[in-house]
């Protein structure tokens, strides 16, 4: 299981930092809390772009 922190799914994705944040805070990204800090599961991630889910601009639609 490789576990990536917010600047790091960031970079993985090839976004902002704030962005990521934002997207997790708004359920919009698959992640989970360690704490105060988001937390992101690579192969989680990769399958919900694949799937088509990847909404950057954090709209919801």
């Known amino acids: ?8 799914t960031a970079a993985y994705l ?3 930092v704030e962005t990521i944040r934002r997207l997790a805070r708004c359920g919009e990204i698959p992640a989970f809390k360690v704490g105060k800090d988001w937390r992101f599961d690579k192969e989680v991630l990769r399958r919900w772009m694949e799937a ?3 909404n950057l601009s954090g ?3």
């Open 1 to 8: 299981m490789d576990i990536l922190n917010t600047k790091e």
């Open 14 to 16: 090839k976004v902002h």
């Open 59 to 61: 709209s919801g639609q």
């Open 52 to 54: 088509g889910k990847m």
